[in-house]
């Protein structure tokens, strides 16, 4: 016991230590705030194309829910509304039920022909993206840090003293908690990485029964429209739009999201 728990401790503040690539700064990362707040000075001046340099340049390094949304924004007043409404979804992606992303989204839906409306998830997917919209991936790093320095506090507390029923206690306890969270860590990680979401761009794309140019027209389907990937083969991937419609198209008519 006195060997394993110390190795599943440094094994947890590994994966603590990870952090979350959307709110952490890498070395070399100062003057991000400067540098977005130059780009939306720019976007306010009307100077779309030189903000959404300032802004692409940003996401290179780094990436947040605000940057996704503001890059939204140029696409918008650019006319180009696909590119709109995949940082839109981007967005989104990092910050369910945030109104004003929600709110552009319903606004650029507009500029599409093809209009489906889209599953609503299920009252456990609402509750878990309403948990994740208020508990951010960074504070799940912290706390799963600090269960883990507890949780070495109290073996620390164990070899050094003679066992008593407390610190037994606290071990088991603060053990269950940290590994409780990092599971939940790995999951919003997994999930974040998770790219299974994507926007047709290219006109004209055809719906096929199966992956090839050889198999059945199903449908034809227009830029913009959000699909769900189902399974890929090859240079080909099987999309969802709705329950109705579905089917296999090129993988290079889309961008995922």
């Not at 990436?63 to 890059?71: G, V």
Request: with cysteine; aromatic share 10%; proline share 3%.
């Amino acid at each position: 016991m006195r060997k394993g728990l110390p190795l599943l401790s440094i094994l947890l503040i590994f994966i603590a230590a990870g952090g979350s690539p959307l709110t952490g700064r890498a070395a070399g990362n100062e003057g991000i705030s400067e540098r977005f707040s130059r780009a939306n000075q720019l976007y306010e001046e009307g100077k779309y194309a030189e903000a959404l340099t300032g802004y692409r340049a940003i996401e290179k390094q780094n990436a947040h829910w605000k940057l996704f949304f503001n890059i939204g924004n140029c696409y918008y007043k650019s006319k180009n509304f696909v590119k709109a409404k995949i940082y839109y979804l981007k967005a989104e992606r990092l910050r369910p039920f945030e109104p004003s992303i929600q709110k552009n989204i319903d606004i650029v839906n507009k500029q599409f022909s093809d209009k489906i409306e889209e599953e609503r998830p299920d009252f456990l997917s609402r509750v878990a993206l309403r948990i994740e919209n208020i508990i951010s991936l960074n504070f799940v790093s912290v706390t799963l840090l600090i269960a883990v320095i507890v949780l070495n506090l109290f073996i620390f507390l164990l070899i050094k003293n003679e066992k008593t029923r407390f610190l037994i206690y606290g071990v088991s306890f603060s053990l269950v908690i940290a590994l409780l969270i990092a599971g939940y860590h790995i999951y919003r990680t997994g999930k974040q990485n998770l790219r299974n979401t994507a926007v047709i761009v290219s006109a004209n794309t055809e719906l096929r029964s199966g992956p090839g140019e050889n198999n059945t027209i199903l449908f034809k389907v227009n830029p913009g429209l959000k699909v769900k990937i189902i399974e890929k083969s090859r240079n080909w991937v099987q999309v969802s739009a709705s329950s109705r419609i579905a089917g296999w198209l090129e993988e290079n008519r889309l961008e995922r999201i």
